[in-house]
């Protein structure tokens, strides 16, 4: 057998609101002095991408990269019930995820990745702490209105071809979309996100990738430049990994995985014999 | 409760989490419960069921170890060419192992979904050591290479239209101003006409050796509970291959059919996992072990006869 690449699972931040995360080390030889960190959508969506994310962490890491995936407090194995999520409390958790990777790694220079609502919540965290280097921006909400009848109408869509559920989840604080609760006040919360709405730019440098045509890509664009972000903008014809698959595949996009490392090599680069993949 | 992220088997590369319960004390003394990936979907399971099972059965005084098969989730790829179904196997012995050493637990439970499902019973076939298994939407017709049959899109269909769209008025309406799909619908009929010829006349093997795996688990005392969704065609499937076995085994208290009502295959929703479980917990609870003798509690028998999952439909064998 090979040796095993070093990932090492673990739980982080206070003990009653324990977060998981898996922190993957990079190989010596190669040294960047910037860490990384993944922040996943939430829902069904951080299901789907779960594979494409570890797969991105592991190329990350191979290219020198230390990086930390983590699950915000009520999602994956973290602490907490589905319902307890509340996006001002995932946005304490990405600051506490940016100072676990930057004490595991010993390094101040921090690069975020969001996917979906991960990007929307890593810009917002972004531009009210003011200290991340480079941010990529993978398919991000933008509009958090849309986003919430999106999943309003994807859940109408799955019970067309499923037994309806006898409760009505409403009556009870919150809605249910695919077996992830949404309360009412994490509805509320949603609809009042914009990323057109951001006063300070998320990151020096910001890579936004759009594979889903259907988000806005160019208010976006045209915003984060107003602000003063570096900007560059990829459009990928890459499968929309987070939408649940007919035959229950996890799909992982390698042209998105390849530019989000090459992007991240070049922007920090090698500090030793460091070689591009 | 306390969750610790764990890494073990042999190169140290099965990353999961062990959920323990909120007093040590006599936590040996139980099986702990071992979940195993539904598909490949990684251990936090759809809708994060596995967490809420984790959780659950840890409140309720079990030691619950989620972790993820080589390849899936965290588990780094394994490069000995082994094939899934026998390194799943391994990896799930290297769990009883694992929980063994820094638990002292010696009996264990194996619960999984789809194929999560398939390697616990292979498991639980395989060592001793599992007392019992939770099968969730058990897919007996699966493949030799753990792919679908390729009618299973029509098997679902027709599952559909008979347990659900015969019955809906919306359907009915749809059929009636030109807007059902008409090819799926012949296709369906065509499908369950030949099913129904053939199944007078063959048996298939997987069948046969199903009834005999059942057998042989449940005359060493293996507590086997298999849990289904109602809403799912793998159901139908599973009561065929079980065939008067499964029936016979259901009537003597060893092995329990639970239908999960107005559910589907991957428990989409919030009140699939709110009945799911609470079956679980039912069933996990009715299995005790003392040294190395499973005591089938005169509750879990009469419980195998008589399932309700609350004030819902639940059916044994109907």
């Not at chain 2, 694992?98 to 019973?121: D, Q, Y």
């Amino acid at each position: 057998m090979k040796p095993v690449r070093s990932m090492l699972p673990l739980y982080f931040g206070p003990p009653n609101k324990a977060l998981f995360g898996c922190y993957h080390e990079p190989p010596s030889e190669r040294s960047r002095k910037c860490a990384v960190l993944i922040c996943q959508p939430v829902g069904h969506e951080y299901i789907n991408s779960h594979r494409a994310l570890r797969q991105l962490a592991a190329r990350l890491s191979d290219a020198g990269f230390p990086v930390l995936r983590f699950d915000y407090y009520g999602c994956g194995d973290s602490s907490g019930s589905s319902e307890a999520g509340r996006v001002s409390q995932w946005l304490e958790n990405i600051s506490m995820a940016i100072s676990e990777v930057r004490y595991r790694a010993g390094l101040t220079q921090v690069c975020v990745v969001g996917l979906r609502f991960g990007g929307a919540l890593s810009a917002i965290a972004g531009a009210q702490r003011g200290d991340i280097e480079s941010l990529v921006l993978w398919d991000p909400i933008v509009d958090g209105k849309s986003y919430l009848e999106k999943l309003i109408f994807l859940q109408k869509e799955m019970l067309r071809f499923r037994p309806k559920p006898k409760r009505d989840r409403n009556s009870q604080g919150h809605i249910d979309i695919l077996g992830f609760p949404l309360s009412n006040f994490l509805c509320s919360e949603l609809e009042k996100i914009n990323l057109l709405t951001l006063a300070d730019k998320p990151a020096k440098n910001v890579l936004v990738i759009q594979s889903d045509q259907t988000t806005g890509e160019d208010s976006l664009n045209d915003h984060l430049s107003r602000i003063g972000a570096r900007l560059e903008h990829q459009r990928l014809e890459a499968s929309q990994i987070w939408l649940p698959t007919t035959d229950g595949s996890l799909l992982v996009p390698n042209q998105v995985l390849q530019s989000v490392v090459s992007w991240t090599s070049q922007m920090h680069q090698c500090q030793t014999h460091c070689q591009t993949h | 409760m306390k969750e610790e992220a764990v890494l073990f088997g042999e190169k140290k590369s099965l990353a999961g989490v062990v959920t323990d319960p909120p007093t040590t004390v006599g936590n040996h003394l139980r099986p702990a419960v071992i979940l195993l990936n539904p598909g490949i979907v990684h251990r936090v399971g759809p809708g994060r069921i596995y967490v809420k099972i984790a959780r659950a059965l840890a409140a309720a005084g079990f030691v619950v170890l989620r972790f993820d098969f080589s390849g899936i989730g965290d588990s780094a790829v394994r490069h000995d060419n082994l094939q899934f179904e026998k390194s799943a196997i391994r990896e799930a012995q290297d769990a009883m192992d694992f929980l063994k050493s820094t638990r002292g637990i010696e009996h264990f439970v194996c619960l999984g979904g789809c194929s999560g499902a398939l390697i616990s019973l292979e498991t639980a076939r395989c060592d001793s050591r599992a007392v019992g298994a939770v099968l969730i939407n058990y897919p007996v017709t699966e493949d030799e290479d753990g792919s679908a049959n390729a009618d299973l899109v029509n098997r679902r269909a027709a599952h559909y239209y008979w347990n659900f769209a015969l019955f809906n008025l919306k359907s009915w309406h749809k059929f009636f101003t030109g807007r059902a799909n008409y090819r799926q619908l012949m296709q369906v009929l065509r499908l369950e006409a030949k099913r129904q010829f053939t199944s007078k006349s063959e048996i298939p093997r997987e069948a046969t050796e199903f009834e005999v795996n059942l057998r042989q688990l449940t005359d060493r005392g293996a507590r086997l509970t298999f849990l289904c969704s109602q809403g799912d065609p793998l159901l139908d499937e599973l009561r065929k291959a079980g065939g008067s076995e499964l029936q016979h085994l259901c009537a003597l208290g060893k092995v329990t059919l639970d239908i999960i009502p107005r559910s589907d295959h991957t428990f989409s929703s919030l009140d699939d996992h709110e009945q799911l479980l609470e079956v679980i917990l039912k069933r996990i609870n009715g299995i005790t072990c003392s040294g190395k003798k499973i005591i089938n509690t005169p509750q879990a028998a009469s419980d195998a006869e008589a399932v309700s999952v609350g004030d819902s439909v639940g059916r044994v064998l109907d």
